[in-house]
């Protein structure tokens, strides 16, 4: 069992930038592939980045690459979700998920692989 914990939303201008984290705690993080994943109102979560179990490999969704980045992962506790060049449709409820991944080391793109889930951290984006 491992509990998820996100920080760093809020409300910034179009164009902004911030840092998102995800704090694991619980079993031994080493053993998780990390992703970050947004829902906006009326939707289900979309995938937005992954990271592997060894942070090795990491994956941005088309819609954000080139402006979010995922890091961490690695035996560290905190994964981060460094989002720049905000824009208003970048405004949703972000969650962080783990996906207990022991014999592999890929990423994860769809929610349904992922096994836990933070309590989401809303991120308002205005024009």
């Known amino acids: 069992q491992v509990q998820l914990v996100e920080s760093g939303g809020g409300l910034v201008q179009a164009g902004d930038s911030l840092r998102l984290s995800c704090i694991a705690s619980?079993?031994?993080?080493?053993?998780?592939?990390m992703g970050w994943f947004r829902q906006f109102p009326g939707k289900e979560r979309e995938f937005v980045a992954g990271?592997?179990?060894?942070?090795?490999?990491?994956h941005s969704a088309d819609s954000v690459e080139g402006r979010f980045t995922i890091s961490g992962g690695n035996r560290a506790n905190t994964v981060y979700l460094q989002m720049n060049s905000l824009k208003p449709e970048d405004t949703a409820v972000y969650y962080c998920?783990?996906?207990?991944?022991?014999?592999?080391?890929?990423?994860?793109?769809?929610?349904?692989?992922?096994?836990?889930w933070g309590q989401g951290t809303q991120v308002t984006v205005s024009s």
């Open positions: 998920a783990a996906k207990d991944t022991i014999y592999s080391d890929k990423v994860y793109y769809t929610e349904y692989e992922y096994d836990y």
């Open positions: 619980g079993r031994s993080s080493s053993r998780y592939a």
């Open positions: 990271i592997s179990r060894s942070g090795r490999s990491t």
